[in-house]
């Protein structure tokens, strides 16, 4: 399994970003993609999950009405549109795939992981 996320960069706090989340191999019965983050000195936080069998999706209160998760099932490819960013979004921002539409906001239960793309909001 493979996980490779991109998009990340420097945005003026206000402006828009979407990360992608490509993955390969994955074999597991009821795939959900879900994004984290860790600013510095702080733990991992949970951002948002998507099933990929339906689409459902589900968001941190810190980023509800201002990012989106989608997926494109012909690319294999998780998306992140981010709008409204705040400096305090600045964070390296990781995938990850678990199987099961349950305890998707609590990364012990992912199974595979991306490298993070770093996401810099200046005020």
């Known amino acids: 399994v493979q996980l490779q996320a991109s998009g990340g960069g420097l945005v003026q706090a206000g402006g828009s970003m979407r990360l992608s989340c490509a993955t390969s191999?994955?074999?597991?019965?009821?795939?959900?993609t879900g994004w984290f983050r860790q600013a510095p000195g702080k733990e991992r936080e949970f951002v948002a999950a998507i099933k990929w069998s339906d689409g459902a999706t589900y968001y941190s209160d810190s980023v509800k009405g201002r990012f989106a998760i989608s997926r494109d099932n012909s690319k294999n490819t998780v998306y992140l549109q981010m709008n409204d960013l705040k400096p305090e979004d600045t964070a390296l921002y990781y995938c990850?795939?678990?199987?099961?539409?349950?305890?998707?906001?609590?990364?012990?239960?992912?199974?595979?992981w991306g490298q993070g793309t770093l996401v810099t909001v200046s005020s």
């Open positions: 191999g994955v074999t597991v019965k009821y795939p959900v």
């Open positions: 990850g795939v678990k199987d099961g539409w349950y305890d998707f906001a609590v990364e012990r239960w992912f199974d595979y």
